[in-house]
């Protein structure tokens, strides 16, 4: 099972918005509705920011939104702020005896 | 609040083994299935493992399969990790995590532990 394919980065400026795309097969990320989004700043914990495709958990801010068309996803951060600097990974269920997914990673970069 | 604490990791010769725990507070243990992820140094996310919630049902990546083996006790709460013929690639920081819902094999959800350091050198 090959990891998702995500941009190594993606920058913006402060209130700017970002999306940062995750990409699969019909085998993981287009074929189920387990994607989830995973915020980590150097030398901490991730932090799930979405979950089942475009769910946030309570407590993470509604600048963050996910979506899906076909194998690939979607995370956009909205009204970018100097805190959303970090890396972002997304994950799917997938249907290999594997099932789970990680994605390559994103470097966010707030210029 | 919801806690999980892992440990176990250290220094290791390649082709050894070690065991890893991950303890956990704070909510139900036998209701969530539990998964383990790793990350090497200066490298993405992995996922390593996922048992359960009654452990009976267990699932491994590819690159650690008939090596990796997870349990859980439910009886206490230790979810446990066993390494065998460890190799350097084996490097990496390992996580434990809740998955997001009771009794599904869900993804990993917002509860992490800290992680702990597995480092395999000769």
């Known amino acids: 099972q090959s990891a998702l394919t995500q941009p190594a980065s993606v920058s913006g400026s402060p209130g700017q918005s970002i999306t940062i795309s995750c990409t699969g097969t019909?085998?993981?990320?287009?074929?189920?509705?387990?994607v989830s989004w995973y915020q980590q700043h150097p030398g901490k914990a991730p932090k799930l920011m979405i979950y089942?495709?475009?769910n946030r958990p309570s407590g993470v801010s509604d600048r963050f939104s996910g979506s899906k068309s076909d194998n690939t996803a979607s995370l956009t951060i909205s009204g970018l702020q100097a805190e959303d600097e970090a890396d972002y990974y997304c994950?799917?269920?997938?249907?290999?005896?594997?099932?789970?997914?990680f994605g390559t990673g994103t470097k966010v970069t707030v210029l | 609040q919801v806690q999980l604490v892992e440990s176990g990791g250290g220094v290791v010769q390649p082709g050894r083994s070690l065991r890893l725990s991950c303890a956990a507070s704070g909510f139900t243990f036998s209701n969530y299935a539990m998964h383990w992820v790793r990350q090497a140094p200066g490298k993405g996310l992995e996922w390593v493992a996922l048992i359960s919630y009654d452990g009976s049902n267990k699932y491994y990546a590819d690159s650690v399969k008939g090596r990796f083996t997870i349990s859980r006790d439910n009886s206490r709460t230790p979810l446990y990790l066993q390494m065998n013929s460890l190799r350097a690639e084996d490097t990496a920081v390992y996580y434990c995590?809740?998955?997001?819902?009771?009794?599904?094999?869900?993804?990993?959800?917002?509860?992490w532990g800290q992680g702990t350091l597995v480092t395999v050198s000769s």
């Open positions: 019909s085998s993981d990320v287009g074929g189920y509705k387990y």
């Open positions: 994950s799917s269920y997938t249907s290999s005896s594997t099932l789970y997914v």
């Open positions: 089942d495709v475009s």
């Open positions: 995590a809740r998955a997001t819902q009771p009794y599904m094999t869900t993804p990993p959800g917002g509860y």
